[in-house]
């Protein structure tokens, strides 16, 4: 089965995770399909701290991929403060 889920990096103390689509069955800092975006817990203030590409997102889901229970997290904080936006005065 194909998971999106996160690949720790960065340094001790200093965590970085990248969003990636992969093979269940590969380590979780193993071999992936595809990076689909990145995670930074750790960002400061003023600087992005995730970024997912949710066209490639939407794609790989279609394809049946699963998300992990963290990267649906995720993306839920990303997708709801956007539809819950007001549509811009006219």
């Known amino acids: 089965m194909v998971v999106i889920r996160l690949a720790r990096g960065g340094a ?11 093979d269940s069955r590969k380590p979780a800092a193993g071999k992936f399909i595809e990076r689909v975006g990145f995670y930074d ?19 790989w889901t279609g394809k049946g991929a699963k998300m992990s229970p963290t990267v649906a997290r995720l993306v839920k904080g990303i997708v709801a403060p956007v539809a819950a936006a ?5």
């Open 12 to 22: 001790k103390k200093r965590a970085f995770y990248s969003v990636v689509v992969a």
């Open 41 to 59: 817990p750790k960002a400061p203030e003023g600087r992005e701290n995730l970024r997912v590409a949710m066209d490639r997102l939407s794609y």
């Open 86 to 90: 007001p549509a811009p005065a006219k």
